[in-house]
């Protein structure tokens, strides 16, 4: 029992949050270092565009460190940076034989694929389009990040 519980206080991770529309997800941030220079670049305004019909992607203002792996299957809710800066949100599940670099993961991915819709823009099924969301740094004290439109 004695191990459960120094596991459980090593996985505890920082959480941010993704607005798309009216719609809000709770992400859990991998401790790394590209993590801490992503939160560095906060607050921004990004636009996302659609790929293959599984993922959302941007391209940041500048290249993060790195630490690629090749997890062989992606999951809806995956954040994950491909190359030095291009940030990708995965709304479906696939196998992939390409590298990235992990940032955390949608903690409850229900409705993500509703939320972000087809092509260019993300849309909450209201027919409000947003095409851009915005990332806002939150005080230190409460160690959370969020993603807002």
């Keep these: 029992m004695q191990e459960q519980t120094v596991l459980e206080e090593e996985v505890q991770m920082e959480k941010m949050q993704i607005v798309i529309g009216q719609k809000t997800y709770n992400v859990s941030l991998y401790e790394n270092e590209t993590t ?17 019909g599984n993922e959302k992607y941007t ?18 809710g995956d954040l994950m940076l491909y190359g030095s800066d291009c940030l990708v949100l995965f709304y479906e599940d696939f196998a992939t034989s390409y ?15 509703e939320a972000v819709g087809s092509g260019s823009n993300f849309s909450d099924g209201s027919g409000i389009s947003n095409e851009y969301f915005g990332i806002e740094r939150q005080p230190a004290e409460t160690r959370e990040y969020g993603l807002y439109d």
């Design 99 to 113: 590298g990235y670099t992990p940032l955390g993961k949608v903690d409850d991915p229900a409705g993500l694929v």
């Design 59 to 76: 391209y940041l203002s500048q290249s993060l460190p790195t630490a690629r792996v090749y997890p062989g299957q992606i999951h809806t």
């Design 36 to 52: 801490k220079s992503l939160k560095n670049l906060l607050p921004m305004t990004v636009s996302m565009e659609e790929l293959n």
